[in-house]
């Protein structure tokens, strides 16, 4: 029971690493991405090919992983995605699936169609008990490592001259831009660190969510749920709504397995219904 | 007979704000009645409630003298009452005509009817092709709306106003942003709208209130400060205080 | 105003439903395609259907701006009813199970109109992806009724009107899915032309504003959708009619992204967006599929990409002459042109 719990909370981790970076994207720019897990998937596939085909040392390979994603978002950003800002969602939308269709089949192209996983060193493997709960020390080392950076990413949003300006770029693009703040710039820069993010997660995912050239779809929808849920306006909405979705997603498929995915999507819909801004967002303001 | 519109103690608060403050007034059936006050003295907030956009915090809408409270935009616009906006509200890809041609088959209540091509129904049509005429569209009738001089976008707005039949016109700014050499248009049609219809009119153009206007009902800060006949309102030293205050600051 | 005037007025506003030599050029090359073509009828049924399908989507997201990312899901509805009826023996008649299939696809969007009013262009395009695959998920489990993963099996389609067998060749079933297509192309178009159909464009350029003028914007959108929801059931269930088959990607996510494409190609609005669309993406599917099946969607990919970077106005002036026989847009350039 509590083993589930702990599996759930790790697993809520990673997509919250996943997908704070499309939340924040989504909240400054009402930008539409749907191919935000391409660029998840890419850091995946980076750390495949640095562990265990380069042999660096895998938790070398992790800050590689998000800049390696970070900088395929930026050029991305700069190149491609700036054209849409202005477009209207429905070309948002068109030309996000259109990058998640051209990344998963040039990344089975590559990379061939299986699954892949990345040698965890030894250390690694393995759980332990401790107080009566098992504890799988790659989940910990998960927990861990997501739960320091989401805090530095809050105190960066709530402490940093970044943050602040960013906080005034979502709020009302069009004030901050009045107030001299280079909203396009300050969007790539969160743009790419939120695809570095997204990177990272990918790395860090691997092992427990399976990686092959199918991952932006099969798990365009939790993203999107987590930013529906949570909502756009903090870190610390999506940062529960991850939470939330993990663990439901995990006790969902050990309790009650023959439901499968259907308890999430229920979720989903069932908060879009009641709160259409999200669980967590403030009062929406009109 | 019941006055046209009432409105008993209405209230709303934005959070500390609070844009409209015990707001009570009533306007006869046929009134020619204007709404004015500073910047920021709750004019747009009024118009809102009164049409449904929002929803009081607290107080009475009446229309005829039945409530109105709880209705929906669309079920106002049933009993009525009809709006122009401050900012263009149309449809930028319809034509005038199509535009009139939706308004006018909404009022009719055949805009359930998917069978009869639009158009097609002569009294709807022979009464489109009159609004047409009424506000000077014939010549840009079957342009796309979104490329229309703006004079002509004003004056569609309030023949798409007049097209639901209104027994209450409400006028937000009927005049704002349009060209000198456009404004006269714009005049002459609110100054000819039908005596039967009740008017209320909320404007910043002193020479159209004045014209226009029977009584005038001064806003500031979000509760009505004087009420009066045009002569009254000229010559009341405290309104000339708060339109000074204004100039001055 | 001149009597010459009042009379131009009075034309064009009843003239919006006028048939344009188009059009009938468009539907005499679809019928002669049953003769002159009988090698490719199988292929011809899936732009038949397809373009039903896309047809569908232009109902919401052309007249209404209703943007889905699941249209699938009733797509899906409609095939799976129609191939558990078939396969169950409960309608023997393709005709009338067609109907029912509909039907059900139409409760459907009734029922998730409900969901779709609510909230902006984000809010639903997850709420129609989240249906399309809570309803996958639902037949994927069910296999004891849907056959699961493996599709549905046995399916028999009975001979159309007791009379005309489905044969190997697609001959009956191109001729059925044509007229289908045919017969619902002619009623969304009545449907669009008329009253109804103007308040959903109105409503579609400025809801607020349609609004104030009387319309009940919601009630409205629940009608074309579940319409909609009604035409693409009845799609799903020409595909499993016409092949015997079924399975689980009628509800795929890549259906219903692959359906925007189809729309967006030729189109959106004007009622032959989806018809050309299907006829494009089809030819375009044949030949490149030919060359290497499993890289097909990065051609998908690419074109949507190049689709909206290039402009989707860009990409489908070339449909201007068509759209105008909808009686419209070259004759309100010409009314702009005259007032310049």
Known sequence: MLTILFDGIAYGMVLFMLACGLSVTLGLMNLVNLAHGAFAMAGGYCAVVLVN???????AALPLAFLASALIGLAFERTLYRHVHRKSHLDQVLFTIGLVFMAVVAVDYVAGSSQVFVQLPDYLQGRFTLLGVGIGRYRLLIIVLCGVIAVALQLVLMRSRFGSRLRAAVDDARVAQGLGINVGGLFAATFAVGSGLAGLGGALGAEILGLDPSFPLKYMVYFLVVVTVGGTSSITGPFLASLILGISDVAGKYYLPDLGAFVIYTIMIAVLIWRPQGLFARAAAR | MPPALETIALNKRFGGIRPTSDVTFRLETGARHALIGPNG??????????????????????????DITDLKPHARARLGMARTFQINQLFGELTPLETLSFAVSEQA??????????????????????????????DVMNARTAILPYGKQRLLEIAVAMACRPRLLLLDEPAAGVPEEERHDILATVMTLPADVTVLLIEHDMDLVFNFARRISVLVNGALFVEGSPDEVARDPRVKAVYLGEADG | ????????????LAGRAR???????????????????????????????????????????????????????????????????????????????????????????????????RGADLTRLMVTLGVALLLRELANKHAWLTGGADGLQGVTVEPLLGRFRFDMFGHTGYVYTLAVTFVLFLVARRIMNSSFGLSLQAMKENPARAEAVGMPVSRRLIAVYTLA?????????????????????VFSFERSADLLLVLIIGGAGYLYGGLIGAVVFKLLQDSLSTITPQYWPFWIGLLLVAIVLVGRERITAWTAPLRAFAGRLDRRRGAAATKA
């Open chain 1, 53 to 59: 085909r380069l042999g660096v040392p895998f938790l």
């Open chain 2, 41 to 66: 003295a709750g004019k747009t907030t009024m118009i809102n409630l009164l049409t449904g956009v929002l929803r009081p915090s607290s107080g009475r809408i009446l229309l005829d003298g039945r």
């Open chain 2, 109 to 138: 209540g055949t805009g359930w009817d998917v069978w009869r091509p639009a158009g097609t129904r002569r009294t709807q049509a022979a009464r489109v092709i009159e609004l047409i005429e009424r506000f000077g569209l014939a």
């Open chain 3, 1 to 12: 105003m001149s009597p010459q005037a009042q009379a131009d007025a009075a034309q064009l």
């Open chain 3, 19 to 117: 048939w344009h030599p188009f059009e009938v050029l468009f539907w005499l090359a679809a019928a002669a395609s049953t003769v002159l073509l009988p090698g490719h009828h199988l292929i011809l049924t899936e732009i038949a259907w397809l373009a039903l399908f896309a047809l569908s989507l232009d109902l919401i997201l052309g007249y209404a701006g209703i943007v889905s990312l699941g249209h699938a899901a009733f797509f899906g509805l409609g095939a799976y009813a129609a191939g558990l009826l078939a396969k169950h023996e409960l309608v023997n008649e393709p005709l009338l199970a067609l109907l029912l299939a509909g039907l059900a696809a139409a409760l459907l969007g009734f029922v998730t109109s409900f969901l779709v009013l």
């Open chain 3, 229 to 249: 929801a009604g035409y693409a059931g009845i799609a799903g269930a020409l595909l499993t009619q016409t092949t015997a088959f079924t399975s689980l990607d």
